[in-house]
């Protein structure tokens, strides 16, 4: 069995900052590209940021130079570093990762967090 857990999320004033994480944890053979995704109310999920097992990362055109993704490998764990926030950045942040357990190393899925809530607002 697999669990995403993300963490972090809180009420922040417009500018401020958090640190999202994520940890991946259960019978994990490997762990493929990890992204974040959020939903506004109201509004479908949109991808954030993706990092692949190697660490290139790759950003949705609104958050660059805003948010930073990053991993560690050795704890399963992906953060997501949010600057200068805004409060069209209001949403709950998901985690997904593409892994393949020990079970069945061969086949690589789609697994995902239940969200952590980020609110910016004065």
């Known amino acids: 069995q697999v669990q995403l857990v993300e963490s972090g999320g809180g009420l922040v004033q417009p500018g401020g900052s958090l640190r999202l994480s994520c940890v991946v944890s259960?019978?994990?053979?490997?762990?493929?590209?990890m992204r974040w995704y959020r939903q506004a109310p109201g509004k479908e999920r949109e991808l954030v940021a993706s990092i692949s097992s190697s660490g290139s990362a790759n950003y949705a055109d609104s958050m660059k130079g805003r948010f930073a993704i990053s991993r560690d490998n050795a704890k399963n764990t992906v953060y997501l570093q949010t600057n200068s926030l805004k409060p069209e950045d209001t949403a709950v942040y998901y985690c997904?990762?593409?892994?393949?357990?020990?079970?069945?190393?061969?086949?690589?899925?789609?697994?995902w967090g239940k969200g952590t809530l980020v609110t910016v607002s004065s």
């Open positions: 997904n990762s593409a892994l393949a357990t020990h079970t069945q190393p061969w086949v690589v899925m789609d697994y």
């Open positions: 259960g019978n994990i053979f490997k762990i493929d590209t």
